[in-house]
């Protein structure tokens, strides 16, 4: 996709946000993307999908995963596009799971994506789900990219834009210097520094 053509519909949406945020590393940065706002205008997100679908090898893919709740709109339409079959993995107790009556056979080919990856964690436990259940990992996608050099896979990995975000550690963000209201995406509370 072009990078022009997806920060404008990130703008569009909403998803991209401008402030001081509080990210689930507990680190702090100015931006923030919220791919359920991308996800909650479908005419917008299915430009996303429609690029993923158009750049994994379906041949070579059974079943399209996703971990909840982000990557779940995403699997969906992009195994729509590519007529397969479209699974999420949950966690339960701390662990990803199969649950819902989802299951893996011996050999199948899974194609992972998710709506943004940053350390790519989540998708990398479903990958060991699918593998300890007989599966075979075929490849990842997502809508973006926010790894840098942190998501390094043997399997191919494709995603619809990059973005390299300023992140601070809280003890020298500099927009808590300057008393911006920090604030935890997700949520409408706001905790002050």
Known sequence: ????????????TGALLEGHFLLSS?????????????LSF???????????????????????????????????E????IGKRAIFLEREHGDMRLRRGFTIRKGERVHIVEDVITTGGSVLEIKDVIEKSGGLVSGFSSII??????FR?????????????PVYPPDTCPL??????????????????
């Open 1 to 12: 996709m072009d990078r022009q053509r997806a920060m404008k519909l990130l703008k569009e």
């Open 26 to 38: 507990g680190n702090h940065s100015s931006y923030y993307v919220q791919c359920a706002l991308l």
């Open 42 to 76: 479908p005419s917008a997100a299915v430009e996303f999908m429609r690029d993923i679908a158009d750049n994994i090898s379906e041949g070579d893919i059974d079943t399209i995963a996703s971990p909840a709740i982000g990557g779940i709109v995403v699997a969906y």
């Open 78 to 81: 992009v195994a729509r596009l």
């Open 145 to 150: 990219n926010r790894s840098g050099d942190r």
């Open 153 to 165: 896979v043997k399997e191919p990995f494709y995603f619809c834009v990059e973005m390299t975000l």
């Open 176 to 193: 808590c210097k300057e008393g911006l209201p920090l604030v935890k995406p997700g949520s409408r509370a706001t905790t002050s520094r």
